[in-house]
């Protein structure tokens, strides 16, 4: 999932809130709600019809006055969020129509000429080129399944891996995708696995993040049992060296919480590829 399929995924969602705020402003009452807030925190309401010069006060034990209070509220909000989100229509439109996505192959082709180096290899052309580097999934089964695109080439199994993949991307940290990993059972022979996201600290140690996507399906979750034990009797556990985040029962994540988990967590410790 690339940054733009995010945003127009972002544009109907907002296009589905305006249209349920657009309901609330068609409510018919055309009173004029104010508030006055007393010392003590209480709230007075008022009201003031369209052909009528005083503010009524509303008595809170009328349910009728209050109900009138409500159906002004909903109004009022419907206009509020109709408003804000109309501008992020507007500026998420621009933005799709406007972006472009690059990579350091199509700057070079869209340098002048004087600019261009003779190849790529060269001097710090060929060093921009290695920092932009994707080093795709090592894992050799079920290679159908990588479907999902980022934006800088990389391919995913799921839609939530490349997001996280995009934002760890975003903010320069260097990662690897399914990479090979020899670890030890129980028994002390050796066992292969490709963790979701290996990352690389400043100081060479590593961070394993895996991201869990499909709890509900009991052949899964035993794989995903073992794994956690495979780690766990290899000193790789949470919080000291492992990430686990989990799609939630719809099949979505927290966006905020990754961009958390990254910002607080990874931008201090990982190592930055520019």
Known sequence: MTFIDLAKKELNFQKHLLRQFNKLQRIKDSGELSCLIRKTGQKKYYIKDKNCSRRKYIRKNNPNEMARVYRLQAKGLGEFAAARISKNIKLLVN????????????????????????????????????????????????????????????????????????????????????????????????????????????DGSIIYWEHKGMMADPVYEEMDRKRMRLYFLNGIYQPLNLIVTVDGPDGEFCRTEIGMIIDSLLVPMAKIRF
Request: proline share 4%.
């Open 95 to 202: 933005l799709i129509k406007e972006f472009e996505a690059y990579d350091i192959r199509r700057i070079l082709n869209d340098l002048p000429t004087e600019l261009k180096p003779e190849t790529i290899e060269e001097g710090l052309w060929a060093h921009i080129s290695r920092l932009h580097a994707v080093s795709q999934s090592e894992k050799p089964s079920r290679r159908e399944e990588l479907k999902h695109t980022t934006s800088f080439g990389l391919l995913t199994r799921s839609k939530n891996e490349a997001l996280i993949a995009e934002l760890l991307y975003a903010a320069g940290i260097e990662f690897y995708y399914e990479k090979r990993l020899e670890i030890y059972d129980e028994n002390g022979n050796i066992k292969v696995i490709y963790p979701d996201f290996t990352i690389i600290l400043a």
